[in-house]
């Protein structure tokens, strides 16, 4: 197995270039899997041609996909559905019984890519980086579930890192390939128009290339220039932030709603505070519901998630989580007021609110649990695959 470039970097093509030896760990990079953020795919190239250019041995194998291949032809986020909400088993399950001829633009952009993804997922030790940009202003962050693999590779990114939006947001790829238990991150550079955003992205890709153990830290000379560009786009900002609120724009209301002009991501916001106008004209304000961190506010016409709220996280909550975590407290659990095993390991435990409301959400956190589905009084949490 040598370590040549084995596909040309072919701006259309699905395979954007694939680097390395195939029998050690494997980083995969997604970009573009919104076509209105280019900036991850020059980001892409980018190192693609750098490591190219400096004939460098990997330890493992790169490989970079593009996402939204139409999506990016036509610079529009998706043609008939948003690619980054498609990955959940039931969605998968219907992609497979359904024959490719009644895909719809993205359903056939998403068959194409995990006909790539598939053999690369089988394999043992992979990561996965998804290139993401955003259409409002804001620091660089990163987005994963809260798995105890998932944070050594977060966290070398030196961004604030963003915990629970899949709480919050169903169907993403990372959170399929989280599931699998690989280690799946979003890294968002910035505004997806200023060439700031794919200097951030490229850096972090470097990042990830060591912290995945595909190149060694001495095979990226100029690691600590990527780590100091990262870190000085986000100085000054919370470590880790849990994601605690999405406001869902009504599927009527996708074309008409209107974020307040100059909201950055990452700005402190009061409770009350006027941030958006639900759809046409001025007769419905949408004020922010609590005093937090305002992540992500749309300024583009597509998609339904309007903006997010967050909370900042203390580190000890961080490592009190890992070392419960590592216990295995599964079962016990199950002696707990109102909590019942639904599942034999203990892996999904459904909760009465009516008992046992005062530690629900936190308590099953920081156990490494997320919130799957509400039935009523009842809470259902599932455990996120740790590796242990
Ligand atoms: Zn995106």
Known sequence: ???????????????????????????????????????????????????????????????????????????????????????????????????????????????????????????????????????????????????????????????????????????????????????????????????????????????????????????????????ERLCAAARGLPAVIEVAHRHDIAAEDEQRFEMLPGFEGFARIERGTLLAHAGGGRERPVHAPFRGILLMPRYQRQGRDGFFLGRSVSPLWLSLSAALRRLHLERALGLLPGVRIEERAGHVLAVDRRIARFFAAELFHLLGYRRSEERGHQLVVSRRNDRL
């Open 1 to 227: 197995m040598g370590s040549a470039l084995q596909t040309p970097a072919e701006p259309a093509a699905r395979v954007l270039g694939r680097v390395g030896r195939s029998d050690g760990p494997t980083l995969v990079v997604t970009a573009g899997i919104h076509g209105n953020e280019p900036a991850g795919v020059q980001a892409a190239q980018r190192v693609l041609g750098e490591l190219a250019r400096r004939g460098t041995a990997l330890r493992g194998e790169f490989v970079a996909l593009l996402g939204n291949r139409a999506g990016l032809a036509r610079e529009t986020r998706f043609l008939d559905e948003d690619l980054n909400r498609l990955w959940t088993a039931e969605r998968l399950a219907a992609l497979h019984a359904r024959p490719g001829a009644l895909d719809h633009a993205e359903q056939r952009e998403q068959r194409e890519l995990l006909a790539e993804l598939e053999p690369l997922l089988a394999r043992e030790r992979v990561t996965l980086l998804d290139l993401h940009s955003t259409s409002g202003g804001g620091p660089p962050f990163a987005l994963a579930g809260d798995t105890l693999q998932n944070r050594p590779v977060a966290f070398a990114l030196g961004v604030p890192f963003l915990l629970g939006l899949e709480e919050n947001v169903s169907g993403t790829l990372v959170e399929h390939v989280g599931a699998l238990g690989h280690v799946a991150v979003v890294i968002e550079g910035g505004q997806s128009r200023d060439p700031r955003t794919v200097e951030l992205l490229e850096s972090a890709l470097w990042i990830t290339l060591v912290s995945s153990g595909v190149a060694s830290a001495a095979d990226v000379a100029d690691l600590e220039l990527h780590r």
